[in-house]
């Protein structure tokens, strides 16, 4: 993931999370301490998984917050 991509989600998405939709903190100091970053901090979701054929285009990637990728994560697994 590149940081052109990273700012195209982030731009389309308002910075908003697409799993929760609610706002992601754009940056570390953002948000009070690191253990929230570490939850709420945005990362890249591939809508269809890479383990099932997902790619790497714009168009499979979305940025939703760690916490709610983990929990997808685990949904996957299960
Ligand atoms: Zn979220």
């Known amino acids: ?42 990362t890249v979701d591939h809508i269809r998984p890479r383990v099932k054929g997902g790619s790497d285009d714009l168009a499979n990637l979305q940025l939703a917050h760690a916490a709610c990728n983990w929990r997808k994560g685990d949904s996957w697994r299960g």
């Open 1 to 42: 993931m590149n940081r052109e991509k990273f700012e195209s989600l982030w731009v389309a998405q308002g910075g908003r999370c697409a799993i929760c939709g609610e706002a992601m903190p754009a940056g570390r100091f953002d948000v009070p301490h690191a253990t929230v970053w570490k939850k709420k901090r945005p």
